[in-house]
C-alpha cells in the first residue's frame, strides 16, 4: 500500500468515527429533549419523494397519541447529500416515479447505514423498479427479503399477525414487508403493495374505511417503537 492509499485509508476511517459520533450525538440531544422525529428523503429522478404530504404529521401525532413517545409533530427534509443527514436516525422515502440517486448520494447513504442508520421506504405505487435499483447501487451484497410475521416490527406494539396491512389494491398483490440487512441489521424496511403513506394521510384524501387508515397508522407507528428500542 502507497502511502498515499494509506493516508487516504485512514482519513476515511476518521470520517466515519467522526460521523458515527456526531450522529450518537444528536441522538443523545434528541432522547434529552425526548423528541423524535422523521426526516423525508428528497431525492431525484423526476419521481414525487413529496407525496402524501400529510401522511408523516399524521403519523407521528397518532404515535404520540398512543405511545409515551413524545414526538415532533412536522416531518423535516433531507437531501442524501447534506451533511445533516447523520442527525436522523429514521428515513423515510416514498412515491410513484423514478428514484435516481447521485453517485455521492449513494456513499453518503451507504455511510449513513454503516453508522447504524435506518430507512423505511413506501411504495406509493410506481417506485418499486427504480427503488429496488438504486437500493442494489448502495447495498449491492444484499438481496430483499420478506421479513417473517413474527419479526418485532410487528409486534413491538401492536400485534400484526401477517404482517404489513394492505391498504390500497394496486396491482391485487399482497402486502409484503422486504427487509435489506447490513452485517445482521434490519436497515431497509421496505412496505411494497401496502401503500402505508396513504392510510395515513388525511382522511378525505383517499377516503379509505377508517379501519384501513387505523391499522396503517398501527404499523407506522410500530415501526417508530421497533427503531426506538433498537431496531435489530
Given at each position: 500500500m ?10 476515511k476511517?476518521?470520517l ?15 432522547n ?12 431525484g ?56 440517486f ?5 456513499k ?13 421506504a ?8 427504480s ?10 451484497e ?11 416490527i ?5 400485534d400484526?399477525k401477517?404482517?404489513p ?10 402486502a409484503?414487508?422486504l ?12 412496505t ?20 384501513k ?16 428500542r433498537?431496531?435489530?
Amino acid at each position: 500500500m502507497t502511502s498515499r492509499t494509506a493516508l487516504l485509508s485512514r482519513l476515511k476511517i476518521l470520517l466515519i468515527i467522526t460521523l458515527f459520533c456526531f450522529s450518537k450525538i444528536q441522538a443523545v440531544e434528541s432522547n434529552v429533549r425526548n423528541e423524535f422525529n422523521i426526516a423525508r428523503v428528497k431525492y431525484g429522478g423526476g419521481g414525487d419523494w413529496y407525496s402524501n404530504p400529510s401522511s408523516l404529521p399524521n403519523l407521528l401525532a397518532f404515535t404520540r397519541e398512543q405511545t409515551d413517545v413524545s414526538t415532533v409533530l412536522q416531518e423535516e427534509v433531507v437531501e442524501l447529500s447534506n451533511p445533516k443527514l447523520f442527525s436522523y436516525s429514521y428515513l423515510y422515502l416514498n412515491g410513484h416515479g423514478n428514484i435516481r440517486f447521485t453517485d455521492r448520494e449513494v456513499k453518503q447513504l451507504r455511510l449513513y447505514f454503516e453508522s447504524g442508520g435506518f430507512l423505511h421506504a413506501d411504495d406509493n405505487y410506481g417506485m418499486d423498479k427504480s427503488f429496488r435499483r438504486e437500493m442494489k447501487r448502495v447495498l449491492p451484497e444484499s438481496e430483499f427479503i420478506e421479513l417473517p410475521f413474527n419479526h418485532p416490527i410487528y409486534h413491538s406494539h401492536f400485534d400484526f399477525k401477517s404482517g404489513p396491512p394492505k391498504i390500497h389494491e394496486h396491482d391485487d398483490k399482497p402486502a409484503q414487508g422486504l427487509g435489506l440487512f447490513l452485517d445482521g441489521r434490519l436497515v431497509v424496511y421496505y412496505t411494497y403493495q401496502s401503500d402505508l403513506g396513504d392510510g395515513w394521510e388525511d382522511s378525505d384524501v383517499h377516503n379509505d374505511p377508517e379501519e384501513k387508515r387505523l391499522a396503517a397508522l398501527k404499523m407506522g407507528t410500530n415501526i417508530i417503537i421497533w427503531r426506538l428500542r433498537g431496531g435489530l
